[in-house]
DNA sequence: GCAATCAGGACTAACATGGTCCCATATGAC
DNA sequence: GTCATATGGGACCATGTTAGTCCTGATTGC
């Protein structure tokens, strides 16, 4: 369920490797080296970051990549917008979709105000909580006031 | 981003469809014309759901569904997990998997943390609450304390 | 000029999903 | 007992998405 893709985890990783060289400049390769990701594929996700902002580039020899502001301005839905695009939970969620249910769907729009509460929590979630072994992460100040037994957290 | 699939919408739909009427046997002839959605996709979506024991199955003639619990005991997780399995945010927060960049991931288990916050807040909102118009969706809840401009809110 | 590096996009293989269909089994009416 | 009506379980295929690779062009420093 709500999986997100194999190329945002890398895309994470790949961000919190550059958070961890500040002000140092990271060609592809070494990068690459780092997170022991394909070079092919760091490319390609270091294109999309940069074209939405997250890194910053410098072409020519001795170019590479930092990071494009500080990892605490940096959130998860701004890594997922990044490289997974505008996509919502449902189709009908998109501001395009045109669902030949929705006038009969008796489930209105739930499940898209679901998905922008599950994106205010992901806006609260910095690259600075996603670094090493973070234990006090904000998500955790979502379930305030949730009464119910966290017994059934272990199925995912 | 953290897309539902189209079975577990539609299985939301026969669902709301079941709870609207309690107490009557439906079969899945009688689901498909009341959701619009095709009959040989209902039959498929109840089997699951009847697997999962959301749905109760008669069989036979005059055999059909009827909602297995009220409405106020169904989660949005129940359904997802009824409909798309176990499945977690990352390949790496399932149990089974063998992530080979696991030791090296600095990301550690912050997608999976954020996963188990989801879900904390999906086992909030119940088929009731997905019924009709509603207004007070419980996740609302869930972003109590949230300071930060909810500006951004529509981008999903 | 040359090597190193990013920018943009095309391309393919693998996988997941959506949707349909078939056959076995169970039940109720006649 | 027979038949019509249902569900149960699974196979099957077309389609779309994703992951990953590769090619060509542009930019920069030596």
């Not at 994470?12 to 070079?39: K, P, W």
């Not at 990892?71 to 996509?87: F, H, K, M, R």
């Not at 008796?106 to 679901?114: D, E, H, K, N, T």
Request: one cysteine or more; a neutral charge; glycine letters at 8%.
């Amino acid at each position: 369920m709500l999986r997100i893709s194999r190329l945002t985890d890398y895309g994470t990783m790949i961000l919190v490797h550059l958070a961890g060289r500040a002000g140092h400049v990271c060609s592809a390769s070494d990068v690459a080296a780092g997170t022991h990701v394909a070079l092919p594929t760091v490319q390609k996700i270091l294109k999309f970051l940069a074209r939405a902002g997250l890194v910053v580039s410098a072409r020519g020899a001795d170019g590479g990549y930092t990071l494009g502001r500080a990892p605490e301005a940096i959130s998860a839905a701004d890594i997922l917008d990044a490289l997974e695009g505008p996509v919502a939970i449902t189709e009908c969620s998109q501001s395009d979709s045109q669902c030949e249910l929705e006038s009969l769907c008796p489930v209105g729009s739930a499940w898209q105000r679901i998905n922008k509460s599950i994106r205010v929590a992901l806006d609260e979630i910095t690259l600075a909580d996603l670094r090493g072994p973070a234990r006090d992460i904000p998500v955790a100040a979502l379930t305030r006031g949730i009464t119910r037994p966290l017994v059934r957290l272990d199925r995912g």
